[in-house]
């Protein structure tokens, strides 16, 4: 008899039991990613791009593109912001800031590509591609923290302010008039349900709206209006089902919809009611863990240093595990296959950049050097460090209730990996180191440039690539309920693909007892 598990790619679950679980779902695990064509594998690394440290940390980020090509990073640092080119050096700096941490926009148009910068506390700046500056407003001057732009009408939105009068408070959403970002008439502004006890917490765009949070609602604007004395009137559309933006910076918007981070999970929307997609996962919002988890929950007294990013069809929300002061875990949720899986990355700011031909994720370190790093397929360690990825499996009774002996296991795969077998919800009480390496499918694996052949060697049909290679396990073991584990354990990444069980016997239990 055997039985086999392929299609390593359902992520993480801590919401069903685990012996309700197969074995090709994550119960606990970390530094892993699941492929759409069903393996699981250490996760990419990352290697530093800032060429010197920062002189303070970085907490916020944004790419600034212009239709002339310039291509910079503009971080926030605390009280000082910085400009990065493309080779991670510092080409502006501006010490003028007096609080942190900044939310960015790029406006279009008669200002020349400017990206505009708030912290809800100083006069909103500007950067053109050479120089920070602050503009001359005109009639009112802006001040908020969130900003954004209307798709609909090219408005400049500020929201979030510290004031106590309409128009100028934490309910406050300005807007200047269309096509013209500097000019901020008196009464262009929402107060958005004043008096619930709430702020705003993040102003984000989607799909020609623009859609406003606060901690147990959100509204949306899609339209401008006009009264009869030819005054703009903002209208919108209030979702309140008790759910909204729990913490600032902890918003990502993705084609398929905006994804925020509420008390209780992340949820997405596209200008209507939210939907969870973290069910499985809920533990690590509201707590209460399986005890076959072990790779972080939630600090709640750090909510506020939550964070969120959208990626290449992925969410990526950093957050400070339990008894963490700093981000020290990255959710990251795969759209297309609806799966989970977790990092140990220190994440204090997130931000997608295209630094040459494609977007990489750019990572400033919560805690540490004061660096930023870049996330990318082309790294397999972090910054030199060999990354431990590890995977333990939902537990099968591959069919049968009756107790089975499994005198050895095929494992197909690539790199090093330790493996091991648990046992009646037991971790595993043995482990086998498998050197799997890689089968050079289409060249020699001579020269790692033939991609497809550069003609020189006629064995070079196709040039370099690899295959899963089997290896056997050879350590029996018994049980009734069995789950796979996986973990790294040197410098080689590993990835699986399948598992076969080959069982020697089972013992069927009588109908009246026994054996």
Not at 115 to 142: E, K
Not at 291 to 298: A, D, H, M, P, T
Not at 336 to 346: F, L, P, R
Not at 464 to 484: C, D, K, N, W, Y
């Amino acid at each position: 008899m055997t039985w086999t598990t392929q299609g390593f790619n359902k992520g993480l679950n801590l919401d069903d039991q685990i012996d309700q679980l197969d074995t090709a779902t994550m119960i606990d695990g970390i530094d892993v990613v699941f492929t759409n064509r069903g393996t699981v594998k250490t996760r990419d690394g990352f290697d530093e791009f800032t060429s010197s440290e920062g002189t303070n940390r970085y907490d916020s980020m944004a790419a600034y593109y212009t239709t002339a090509g310039t291509n910079q990073l503009v971080c926030g640092a605390g009280n000082r912001l910085d400009v990065l080119n493309t080779s991670g050096g510092v080409v502006a700096s501006s010490t003028s800031p007096t609080a942190s941490p900044h939310y960015f926009t790029r406006f279009g148009g008669p200002n020349n590509e400017v990206m505009y910068i708030a912290n809800g506390t100083d006069t909103v700046r500007q950067w053109n591609g050479s120089a920070f500056s602050t503009p001359s407003w005109v009639t009112t001057t802006i001040d908020g923290k969130f900003l954004a732009v209307t798709p609909w009408d090219n408005r400049l939105v500020c929201a979030g302010f510290n004031g106590t009068t309409a128009g100028d408070n934490p309910n406050s959403v300005r807007f200047s008039n269309a096509g013209d970002p500097l000019t901020f008439k008196a009464n262009n502004y929402v107060d958005l349900t004043p008096g619930d006890g709430e702020i705003i917490t993040g102003v984000v765009v989607w799909n020609q709206r623009l859609i406003v949070f606060k901690q147990t609602k959100f509204f949306v604007f899609s339209t401008t209006n006009t009264d009869s004395a030819g005054e703009p009137i903002f209208s919108y559309n209030p979702v309140a089902n008790n759910r909204g933006l729990y913490a600032p910076g902890a918003v990502a918007v993705n084609d398929d919809g905006v994804y925020f981070v509420d008390r209780e999970g992340v949820y997405r929307t596209t200008g209507g009611s939210a939907v969870c997609v973290s069910d499985n996962i809920a533990p690590i919002f509201i707590g209460s863990p399986p005890e076959s988890y072990g790779s972080g929950i939630l600090e709640t007294t750090q909510f506020s240093k939550v964070k969120a990013s959208s990626f290449n069809s992925q969410i990526w929300v950093a957050f400070p595990a339990e008894g963490s002061t700093f981000n020290d875990r990255v959710l990251v949720f795969d759209i297309v296959q609806n799966s989970w899986t977790i990092y140990a990355i220190d994440a204090g700011a997130l931000c997608p950049w295209r630094i040459s031909g494609r977007d990489e994720m750019m990572i400033a370190f919560s805690t540490g050097t004061k660096d930023i790093v870049r996330h990318s397929p082309a790294y397999t360690t972090d910054d030199g460090t060999t990354i431990i990825g590890r995977f333990r499996s939902g537990f099968t009774d591959a069919g049968s209730p009756d107790r089975k002996t499994v005198r050895e296991f095929k494992v197909w795969g690539q790199g090093d990996l330790r493996y091991g077998v648990g046992v009646d919800y037991q971790s595993s009480s043995w482990v086998d180191d498998l050197s799997l390496g890689a089968t050079d499918l289409w060249g020699d694996g001579s020269d790692p440039s033939d991609v497809w052949g550069d003609g020189t060697d006629p064995s070079d049909l196709w040039g370099v690539g690899g295959a899963p290679r089997p290896a056997m396990s050879r350590i029996a073991t018994q049980g009734t309920l069995f789950s796979f584990e996986f973990s790294g354990y040197s410098a080689a990444p590993f990835s699986v693909n399948r598992v076969t069980a080959y069982v020697r016997e089972v013992e069927y239990q009588s109908a009246i007892g026994g054996s």
